[in-house]
């Protein structure tokens, strides 16, 4: 189980290089193809430059060539990928004492794709405060006919509770959207709401939101306690509705319980 994990860490490390390259490309507008090169100097990097972490390390942080400073995003994204898929694989792509059944390795690629979406739109938004449609729109499409196909393997009723945690959780983005004219939410969080309704179901979704809420208000605190009022104003929701989700699949079912409890007595 540890070799498979180191494994399974090393495949989204190397995923986490890819999506760095991806957001790239997006900044830059172009098409992912052609061979990397340093933003900077435009040097085509060698392929002792093209080890995730592990030549940001040997290089301390610097372009081989030109010396300039590489951005921690870099380093970062691909650690934090490898640490995702880590996650997802000992929750969702479990050997079971049955052996590995192909419907939990489709299940898994799924979540594992979805994660790289989420990571894309993650960043893309903490930079750019902008959700890039060209990355969620085919991850809800993809991920509506994942749950369809459900449908012959499960039934009709969990099809439907996706569809209405879709519809919940983006229609209440879409109520805050349309009263405040776009200045609390932005239009990309009614639709990344789609997409976390999709993935979570019902009550995970709203797990994922008291918990987007939440990690919000306490970062804004903070950043308030650093900057005062010189704060600007827009913060972008998508990292926290992300970070939300990410949370809600993996611990979604105890956070509710846990929910419940404090009411009980
Ligand atoms: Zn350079």
Redesign the pocket.
Known sequence: MIILSVFVFIFGVCIGSFLNCLIYRMEQNKKATGRSF?P??K?ILSWQDLFPVFSFLLLQGK?R??Q?KISWQYPIVEISTGVLFIFIFLSFGFVSDFGFRASDFIKLCFMLYIASVLIIIFVYDLKHYLIPEKVLFPAIFIYLAYRLSEIFTSNFASFGSYILAAAIASGFFWVIWFFSRGKWMGFGDVELAILMGLLLGLANVLAALFLAFFFGAIISLILLGFYGKNLKSEVPFGPFLITGAFVALMWGQQIIQWYVQLFKI
Request: overall charge positive.
């Open positions: 340093c900077h100097c040097h372009c060539y030109c300039k």
